[in-house]
């Protein structure tokens, strides 16, 4: 079986299969699949590496960012406590509620429920209806914490109110965690370090946008007793439990009563190679130079060289240019966008903003040996 080819000008989306990989990172996989290890020492090593990234206390490796919410869901349910781990998704007695400002609600917070989380929301996001300029307040926010509040949850961004570290304040004031998704928070790769630094306990990245993974690859990282849980619920434990030490990134786990069962992270299981690929990636992203990095991107848009198209910086993700084109209307740009999926290899253009008449071309999921093809593409429709 051979899937046709794209040409994937929209950006790392997962319906088009995610970016490219590096040669090393594919080397990094293909080492992983010729040798067996310990699955905890894997994740201990990958812990390691997310902790001098992130500076975070702990870090997994999960099956995609929504994976990695759904484990954090699980921790801040289940914390250390190998019975509740046994019991999800099924939570009661258990604090289960996860507070969220009602204008960050989105379909990937079904992660939070999978694992047996009810979602609570606060605040009327009348910031959005025109006249207002209110959202949820963390007075709001604090107001809805009872003891029945696994966590509080923020979907990180640019315009997310309230601030992670106004949420922060008073949920560490009551004593309950802060679970982030900032799963398509990068670049700048700053934001790495950003919401740990801000004291958020959990945050959620996906391996497979920015920073170049394996396109089923996300990381789980924060508080080394919260990752520790979510690791004990994603982990095959079944083995004498005499046998059983916890590397000692994870030494929470040795305080477990007894051992947990496959948990409820079995069903979204990393393989040794994501691991070691979304290593791999990782460093490499933090290594280079984020302006060398936005360099290379607006290097690529500019290679294309199409009349009227105009390169710009992407609004919420500073370091990534885009390239757009602009059209009389909707109409128009409807039209170009079908004529380009039409194509053989079909190109697809980032349509985000296709209401306003405007195709935009994102560098991150582009092979360079495209480009060629791709200008023309471009250059038929504008
Ligand atoms: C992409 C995305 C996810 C899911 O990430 P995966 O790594 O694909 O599982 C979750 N939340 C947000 C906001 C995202 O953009």
Same mark, same amino acid.
């Given at each position: 079986?051979?899937?046709?080819? %794209?040409?994937?000008?929209?950006?790392?989306?997962?319906?088009?299969?995610?970016?490219?990989?590096?040669?090393?990172?594919?080397?990094?996989?293909?080492?992983?699949?010729?040798?067996?290890?310990?699955?905890?020492?894997?994740?201990?090593?990958?812990?390691?590496?997310?902790?001098?990234?992130?500076?975070?206390? /702990?870090? %997994?490796?999960?099956?995609?960012?929504?994976?990695?919410?759904?484990?954090?869901?699980?921790?801040?349910?289940?914390?250390?406590?190998?019975?509740?781990?046994?019991?999800?998704?099924?939570?009661?007695?258990?604090?289960?509620?996860?507070?969220? $400002?009602?204008?960050?609600?989105?379909?990937?917070?079904?992660?939070?429920?999978?694992?047996?989380?009810?979602?609570?929301?606060?605040?009327?996001?009348?910031?959005?209806?025109?006249?207002?300029?209110?959202?949820?307040?963390?007075?709001?926010?604090?107001?809805? %914490?009872?003891?029945?509040?696994?966590?509080?949850? &923020?979907?990180?961004?640019?315009?997310?109110?309230?601030?992670?570290?106004?949420?922060?304040?008073?949920? &560490?004031?009551?004593?309950? *965690?802060?679970?982030?998704?900032?799963?398509?928070?990068?670049?700048? !790769?700053?934001?790495?370090?950003?919401? %740990?630094?801000?004291? @958020?306990?959990?945050?959620?990245?996906?391996?497979?946008? !920015?920073?170049?993974?394996?396109?089923? $690859?996300?990381?789980?990282?924060?508080?080394?007793?919260?990752?520790?849980?979510?690791?004990?619920?994603?982990?095959?434990?079944?083995?004498?439990? @005499?046998?059983?030490? !916890?590397?000692?990134?994870?030494?929470?786990?040795?305080?477990?009563?007894?051992?947990?069962? &496959?948990?409820?992270?079995? =069903?979204?299981? =990393?393989?040794?190679?994501?691991?070691?690929?979304?290593?791999?990636? #990782?460093?490499?992203?933090?290594?280079?130079?984020? @302006?060398?990095?936005?360099?290379?991107?607006?290097?690529?848009?500019?290679?294309?060289?199409?009349?009227?198209?105009?390169?710009?910086?992407?609004?919420?993700?500073?370091?990534? *240019?885009?390239?757009?084109?602009?059209?009389?209307?909707?109409?128009? !740009?409807?039209? /170009?966008?079908?004529?380009?999926?039409?194509?053989? *290899?079909?190109?697809? =253009?980032?349509? $985000?903003?296709?209401?306003?008449?405007?195709?935009?071309?994102?560098?991150?999921?582009?092979?360079? /040996?495209?480009?060629?093809? #791709?200008?023309?593409?471009?250059?038929?429709?504008?």
């Amino acid at each position: 079986m051979t899937p046709r080819r %794209i040409i994937n000008a929209y950006g790392t989306n997962t319906r088009l299969s995610g970016g490219m990989m590096a040669p090393e990172v594919v080397a990094a996989m293909a080492a992983a699949a010729q040798a067996c290890f310990e699955m905890p020492d894997v994740q201990a090593a990958a812990s390691r590496a997310i902790s001098e990234a992130t500076g975070a206390q /702990a870090g %997994i490796v999960t099956a995609g960012a929504a994976a990695a919410l759904m484990l954090g869901a699980a921790a801040c349910m289940a914390r250390l406590d190998p019975a509740a781990m046994n019991r999800l998704p099924d939570t009661d007695g258990l604090p289960n509620e996860f507070i969220v $400002s009602r204008s960050q609600r989105n379909m990937y917070d079904r992660a939070l429920r999978v694992a047996g989380g009810r979602i609570v929301e606060v605040g009327i996001p009348d910031r959005l209806s025109g006249p207002g300029v209110r959202d949820a307040s963390a007075g709001e926010i604090a107001d809805a %914490i009872t003891p029945r509040t696994a966590a509080v949850f &923020h979907l990180a961004g640019t315009d997310a109110e309230p601030s992670l570290p106004d949420l922060v304040r008073v949920a &560490h004031a009551r004593g309950v *965690p802060v679970l982030v998704d900032a799963a398509a928070q990068l670049p700048p !790769a700053e934001n790495l370090r950003r919401f %740990i630094d801000q004291g @958020a306990d959990l945050v959620c990245f996906s391996g497979g946008k !920015a920073i170049g993974g394996p396109q089923a $690859s996300g990381i789980l990282a924060g508080r080394a007793e919260l990752v520790s849980s979510a690791l004990a619920q994603m982990l095959d434990l079944d083995l004498p439990e @005499a046998q059983f030490v !916890a590397p000692p990134e994870f030494a929470a786990l040795n305080q477990l009563r007894f051992l947990p069962h &496959h948990g409820i992270g079995r =069903v979204a299981k =990393v393989g040794k190679e994501e691991v070691a690929g979304l290593v791999a990636a #990782l460093r490499r992203f933090a290594a280079e130079d984020p @302006a060398a990095r936005s360099a290379r991107w607006t290097a690529r848009l500019a290679a294309l060289d199409v009349p009227g198209a105009v390169l710009v910086p992407d609004g919420a993700k500073p370091g990534l *240019p885009l390239l757009e084109l602009r059209f009389a209307d909707r109409a128009a !740009a409807e039209r /170009a966008e079908a004529a380009l999926r039409a194509r053989d *290899p079909a190109v697809h =253009v980032d349509a $985000s903003r296709i209401r306003r008449g405007v195709l935009a071309v994102n560098p991150i999921a582009l092979d360079d /040996a495209d480009l060629p093809l #791709l200008a023309e593409a471009l250059r038929d429709v504008v």
